[in-house]
């Protein structure tokens, strides 16, 4: 059985994208470990609701690392301080009795803040919407191994596959670039012979939508591959790189 934790909460609020924001403190006691970080933000919501107070807006659904809504920038880290996981995914445990926890929201220009804890985070539906899908029309269902796939390209796509558009990547990145969200969607078709066909015109098409929402370009720092909570490589960024020199080639 986990300790109880008793710790100081500076949460950000911000009433809309175009308020100031400010932290404001709660002093917690006696959060049973085992209680994960979102539940942990329910039972302070209770009580705030209690006291007749605002609670604190935040995003989730899935609370289990598939849906990538839980957008939490804990102690300078998205999704918190552990590796490979979601917020809703990190549990009390992993924190200190006294420890001052810092809560913000994904800070980036392409992701304007709702409120408080939620962003606004359809620029990653337009940059889908720009290119993200195949539209060949490939007629009836085939048999399964009707196109041999190699083992290496069916995992490294599979691997592209995990992003799950949480926005850590660009909360990450000094620059707000979400290439490594991009390069995943490009490069989890690139590698397969459905999307092979139309994979240089979908990286110039999704590039250039990144652009106009205002991300940033890529410095190779690497911060989003470390704060990937699904370990997207950021070899794919190199993949994403040659399909667009390819597709400029073309023109
Ligand atoms: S690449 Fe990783 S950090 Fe970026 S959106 Fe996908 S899962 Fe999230
Ligand atoms: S709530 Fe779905 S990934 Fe965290």
């Known amino acids: ?31 049973p470990g085992d209680t994960s970080f979102l539940e942990m933000m329910d039972i302070l919501n209770e009580q705030l609701v209690e006291e007749g107070k605002e609670p604190i807006v935040f995003d989730h659904d899935c609370r289990e690392g598939i849906c990538g809504m839980c957008s939490m920038y ?16 990190i549990y009390m445990r992993r924190f200190n009795d006294g420890d001052t926890i ?17 962003v606004d985070r359809g620029a990653y ?18 048999d399964a191994n009707a196109i041999p796939i190699a083992k290496k390209d069916a995992d490294e796509a599979m691997d592209a596959a995990a992003c799950i ?7 990450a990145c000094k620059n707000g670039s979400a290439m490594l969200f991009v390069s995943a969607k490009v490069s989890q078709l690139a590698i397969l ?27 190779n720092t690497r911060a989003c591959e470390a ?7 950021i070899s ?16």
Request: charged share 25%; glycine share 10%.
């Open 125 to 142: 539906d337009k940059i889908m919407q720009a290119g993200g899908y195949v539209s060949i029309n490939t007629g009836g269902i085939p």
């Open 193 to 219: 012979p459905q999307g092979k066909v139309e994979a240089a015109r979908r990286a110039k098409a999704m590039l250039s939508k990144m652009d106009e929402l205002g991300f940033g370009n890529c410095t």
């Open 165 to 171: 558009g949480c926005g850590a990547c660009v909360a």
């Open 74 to 89: 804990i102690n300078g880290h998205p999704h918190g301080p552990a590796t490979a996981v979601t917020t809703c995914q």
């Open 102 to 118: 810092t809560v913000e929201p994904w800070r980036s220009a392409g992701f304007p803040v709702i409120r408080d804890l939620m």
């Open 1 to 31: 059985m986990d300790k109880n934790i008793s710790f100081t909460l500076k949460v950000w609020r911000q009433r809309g994208p175009k308020e100031k924001g400010h932290f404001d403190s709660f002093q917690m006691k006696d959060i």
């Open 227 to 233: 704060e990937c909570p699904k370990c997207v490589s």
């Open 236 to 251: 794919n960024i190199a993949r994403l790189n040659r399909e667009f020199i390819s597709a400029k080639l073309k023109d």
